[in-house]
């Protein structure tokens, strides 16, 4: 596909949707003093009711239905519910405990465990470029290990939970569009989502209506509940995008979200980034060159130009 061809309107949504992703760092910190497990399950609920209110304008019921009669897509989705509720979760202790930075390396890893979860799951065969980025990014995990003090879990928590989020939902993508996906899942949520609220309240904790602390009130209210707006907002801006790019092109724009986050996280939040920090980011990014120069390679030597487009990059949520 050549620079004229590209579908602009297509670039379009696709950047505004990893510019919004890129933005959440600063969404979640204007939550506090909610913790983590409120806006995480004020999240789910919020997300599920803006997805039942689209999928009843758009008279989506069939597709709910279809994919919830499905047995094997169902515990394909409880699956992915539960690995992007950690995912979540995770993202959102990150921000509220100043560690956005840890969030943009997950992102940043999560591609090269993708090509890894590949070879475990689907018995792929690593090329010499696969090889020597993973092991580039092996490297930069034990740099930034000793760096810390002791390994990154946030980052490699981030990216497994969304690699084999990711895997699983590319697995059922011919059966479940984006919109279905998300609120079945969310519907899979509501009832942890539920309880937590409910420990959280009684834990005297919440936030929500609450007032009498500094940042309580009506606007912390409002963004508190409209999380899911933000959440199947991106999701629909993000799949009108991915319906007109090829997947070459959506893979580079995914970097987007994390190079605004690791940005963010340097001279938003003036987070600490000593020598070692720095150094091993730079190991990270030249493994993902490495590995987006082989992809792109891949791709240029597929002869059919529909098998070289096909496949899926997930969101974010």
């Known amino acids: 596909m050549t620079p004229s061809s590209l579908d602009r309107r297509g670039l379009a949504y696709g950047a ?3 510019f919004i992703w890129g933005l959440f760092p600063i969404f979640m910190a204007a939550l506090e003093p909610a ?7 004020w999240r789910a609920i919020s997300s599920l009711v803006v997805c039942l209110a689209i ?14 009669s499905d ?3 169902m515990l ?16 959102v202790y990150a921000v509220v405990t100043d560690r956005v ?3 943009s390396l997950g992102y940043y890893i999560n591609p090269l465990l993708t090509v890894a979860l590949g070879v475990v799951f ?20 034990v740099v930034l290990a000793v760096d810390m003090g002791g390994l990154p879990w946030i980052s490699l928590v981030l990216a497994t939970s969304f690699g084999l989020y990711s895997f699983i939902k590319k697995a059922v993508g011919h059966k479940v569009d984006a919109l279905t996906g998300l609120t079945v899942e969310t519907a899979i949520q509501l009832p942890l989502a539920i309880v937590v609220l409910v420990l959280v309240a009684r834990a005297g904790d919440q936030t929500l209506f609450a007032r009498g602390e500094p940042g309580l009130g009506v606007w912390h209210d409002v963004m508190l509940l409209g999380t899911g707006t933000w959440t199947a907002g991106a999701l629909i801006v993000f799949a009108a995008g991915a319906r007109r790019l090829p997947l070459n092109i959506s ?8 190079t605004m986050t690791f940005a963010l996280a340097v001279w938003y939040f003036h987070e600490p980034m000593p020598p070692a920090r720095w150094a091993g980011f730079a190991l990270v990014w030249v493994a993902l060159v490495l590995i987006t120069t082989d992809s792109w390679r891949a791709r240029s030597r597929v002869k059919d130009p529909q098998a070289a487009e096909s496949g899926a990059v997930t969101e974010p949520v």
């Not at 893979?251 to 994390?258: D, F, N, S, T």
């Open 16 to 18: 505004s949707a990893y």
């Open 35 to 41: 913790g983590a497990f409120e806006i995480v399950a």
């Open 55 to 68: 999928v009843a304008v758009i008279r989506g019921w069939s597709r709910i239905m279809a994919v919830v």
């Open 71 to 73: 047995r094997k897509v």
């Open 76 to 91: 394909r989705l409880v699956a992915a519910s539960l690995l992007i509720a950690v995912n979540w979760g995770v993202m």
């Open 101 to 103: 930075a840890s969030t």
């Open 122 to 141: 689907l018995r792929e065969r690593l090329r010499r470029l696969q090889l020597v980025a993973i092991g580039v990014a092996a490297l930069a995990v």
């Open 251 to 258: 893979g580079l724009l995914q970097y987007i979200a994390p």
